[in-house]
């Protein structure tokens, strides 16, 4: 039964190893990495599959002559019909070479521009509090003095220092709405 | 008379040229849209610059002459399918042409060392063989995933499944290629 159970998970994780591989889920796994120091065949196959990744990479890594496509693109021009070949768009494309993608260009500013962003949020974020909570503080004391006031001199005489007309704050209006 | 009828011909002919032109420029537009990635994807399949140029090339004639010059409806799919193709029978030409080499040649026998295996260049060749030998359905979504780079959204589109089976398939012939590798490894 239990041999069965090991398959089974065997089997399971055969499945995912790609995936962590390919990093869609941490390789690094409690679980997994249990599993896997107790398991000879999980070993090998995780062995093999790095080095398949390895492969994948050092594929990607190789770079290509900087003329490839300029070459590649006057061989092609080459065989098509005379017309085309002498089209102004095929000169331009004969001297043609790779520009990096507007994604890696702008890559190097990513982390600065995260930064900026984050910032900003956090400025955002600490007007707005510093703000509410300001509101906050003075119409909560100014509500204290009054009651301090009716509790002393009475409604009409606290009425007539604080008159009934003055304007809230706006966070204030919507707390009296909300308790209401 | 004579000389008159030669020359209407040519003006016939050139009009003729200009309006196929007129036509077939898109063929120069899809060559600067989609030709870097094109040459990346080759370059990592085929890992020969002289290769690469001539896979582009029949990619570039199939192109232009399919249905008769008509636009195909998925361009990029129909480049990136022709390519893909195209460089896949000439990495099988030439597996097979190292393996005849090689069986030819009594005393190169396979020896793998732990120093070979860290071989850069053999871990890619030995990569490329397997992917060569794929069936046809996962070798498209290795190739245009882990060589050209596309999404797996763009895969679907281009090989007419679901981003999600496009995963899938990826997923099974990354297992098939370690039993392959670790095989050739045994070997």
């Known amino acids: 039964m239990t041999g069965i159970n090991k398959n089974n998970k065997c089997r399971r994780i055969r499945g995912w190893l790609s995936e962590a591989i390919s990093r869609h889920f941490d390789p690094g796994a409690v679980w997994l990495q249990n599993h896997i120091t107790n398991c000879p065949r999980c070993q090998r196959r995780l062995v093999s599959y790095g080095k398949v990744n390895l492969a994948i990479s050092a594929i990607k890594s190789q770079p290509h002559k900087l003329d490839l496509l300029m070459c590649a693109n006057a061989q092609a021009i080459g065989v098509l019909k005379h017309s085309l070949r002498h089209a102004q768009k095929a000169k331009k494309l004969r001297k043609i070479r790779p520009?990096?993608?507007?994604?890696?260009?702008?890559?190097k500013y990513t982390s600065s521009a995260v930064n900026v962003a984050a910032c900003i949020a956090i400025m955002l974020l600490m007007k707005i509090g510093v703000f509410s909570s300001m509101d906050t503080f003075q119409t909560q004391g100014q509500k204290v003095i009054k009651q301090y006031y009716v509790s002393r001199i009475g409604d009409d005489l606290a009425d007539e220092i604080f008159p009934k007309d003055t304007e809230l704050p706006p966070s204030a209006n919507a707390?009296?709405?909300?308790?209401? | 008379m004579f000389g008159k009828t030669v020359s209407y011909g040519l003006l016939w002919d050139f009009a003729v040229s200009e309006a196929v032109s007129e036509d077939q420029q898109w063929i120069l537009s899809t060559m600067h849209k989609h030709g870097q990635e094109l040459i990346t994807m080759l370059w990592r399949i085929l890992g020969n610059e002289q290769d690469v140029c001539d896979?582009?090339?029949d990619t570039f004639l199939q192109l232009a002459h399919y249905e008769g010059g008509q636009r195909p409806e998925h361009v990029k799919a129909y480049i990136f399918r022709t390519a893909n193709n195209v460089a896949i029978s000439m990495l099988r030409r030439k597996v097979a042409d190292k393996r005849r080499i090689s069986t030819a040649i009594v005393?190169?026998?396979?020896?793998t060392s732990p120093a070979k295996e860290l071989d850069s260049k053999y871990l890619?060749?030995?990569?490329?063989?397997?992917?060569?030998?794929?069936?046809?359905h996962l070798r498209n979504v290795i190739t245009l995933r882990d060589l050209a780079e596309l999404s797996?959204?763009?895969i679907g589109r281009i090989l007419g499944i679901s981003a999600a089976t496009a995963r899938v398939y990826?997923?099974?012939?990354?297992?098939?290629?370690?039993?392959?590798?670790s095989k050739e490894e045994e070997k």
């Open chain 2, 107 to 111: 005393t190169g026998k396979h020896v």
């Open chain 1, 99 to 107: 520009e990096p993608k507007l994604r890696e260009r702008f890559g």
């Open chain 2, 170 to 181: 990826r997923c099974k012939a990354l297992q098939i290629l370690t039993i392959w590798m």
């Open chain 2, 124 to 136: 890619q060749e030995s990569l490329r063989d397997c992917i060569a030998q794929l069936p046809e």
């Open chain 2, 55 to 57: 896979a582009y090339q």
């Open chain 1, 175 to 180: 707390r009296s709405v909300a308790n209401v």
């Open chain 2, 152 to 154: 797996y959204a763009q």
